[in-house]
């Protein structure tokens, strides 16, 4: 669907089709995408970009006979939802901005542009504007999503001191899976952003040192929430392996333990049952008797020493 807009200094409303400087493409069809490719000249992987998650994130100028000084942004936006997984949730937006016109290109499930336009409208007055506030945005998603994974990493700590149930191990593997898709997007988009401060035409259209200074912040938030999580998770990750080693360890010792004091008695049992004669006891009515005593007391001891013994030295 293609809707267009005027962008002026005192709002952004829906333009006629001569009288426009903002033109949103939404998950357009073939015919759609032929139509604009052919009326502004544009290549066919800005509009292909909008599909996939893994998608890289890049700045280019395009060599467009139709517009004059038309740069192509393609950026990853970070939606809310209630998908397990943030590759469902990570839709591409490209973009190409010229000095009087904005060509925006998300796919259906985005809810960016909306976003865009409830905001305080009188602050988006021209197209590079737009592009610098959804960049804003986008970079609010990321910074909220991993505050909110937070919550999720301690709890993990937690139970990882106390239980090492495969729920547990399930949550982390997919915690895991989140934030290295949010790390990589996020240190992927930051060499876009970069590029974007360094191209005067932009900034210059933007004009608003304060917005481009609050966008570089949330882009070094998000950078560096990205990497603590991860390395934090990668610390949780370990004690659960830690925690695992040790109740093995526990393990193999009770088991060592209860073997060697089974193995006195069986040994004990095992020589008095010689068929050899001779053996003390074997004509004594109370021999069997003694010989079971004698073996489990003896068991019983080694089994109290064992339990004493600190293995650790």
């Known amino acids: 669907m293609i809707t267009h807009y005027k962008i002026t200094e005192q709002d952004v409303k829906e333009g006629a089709l ?23 000249d544009l290549p066919q992987d800005i509009f292909e970009a909008i599909h996939y998650p893994e998608e890289v994130s890049r700045m280019e100028v395009l060599q467009s006979t139709v517009l004059e000084n038309a740069l192509s942004i393609i950026v990853l936006d970070l939606q809310k939802g209630t998908a397990d997984y943030v590759e469902e949730r990570l839709h591409p937006v490209s973009f190409v901005l010229t000095d009087t016109l904005l060509i925006t290109i998300v796919s259906g499930r985005s809810n960016l542009v909306d976003r865009i336009l409830k905001y305080e409208e009188k ?86 040192s304060e917005l481009i200074y609050d966008i570089q912040i949330k882009n070094r938030q998000a950078s560096k929430l990205s990497h603590i999580y991860r390395d934090l998770i990668d610390t949780v990750g370990g004690l ?42 074997e004509g004594s009515t109370f021999g069997f008797f003694a010989v079971i005593f004698f073996a489990l007391v003896l068991a019983v001891l080694v089994a109290i020493y064992l339990n004493r013994k600190d293995f650790t030295k």
Request: aromatic content about 10%; hydrophobic content about 40%.
């Open 123 to 208: 602050q988006i007055c021209n197209p590079a504007k737009v592009v610098a506030f959804c960049l804003l945005f986008i970079y609010s998603d990321y910074v909220n999503e991993l505050r909110s994974l937070k919550q999720i990493i301690d709890d993990l700590d937690q139970a990882a001191r106390k239980t090492t149930e495969n729920d547990e191990l399930f949550r982390l593997a997919d915690l895991e899976r989140n934030i290295v898709y949010i790390e990589k997007t996020v240190d992927d988009q930051h060499e876009t952003i970069q590029e974007l401060w360094e191209n005067d035409r932009f900034i210059q259209q933007v004009a608003d």
């Open 240 to 281: 659960f392996t830690d925690m695992m080693d040790n109740n093995l360890n526990h393990l193999m010792k009770y088991l060592d333990s209860a073997a060697l004091v089974i193995s006195i008695p069986a040994l004990i049992a095992g020589i008095w049952g010689m068929n050899t004669g001779g053996m003390p006891g």
């Open 18 to 40: 001569d009288d426009f400087n903002w033109i949103l493409v939404e998950s357009p069809d073939q015919t759609e995408t032929d139509e604009l490719r052919k009326q502004y």
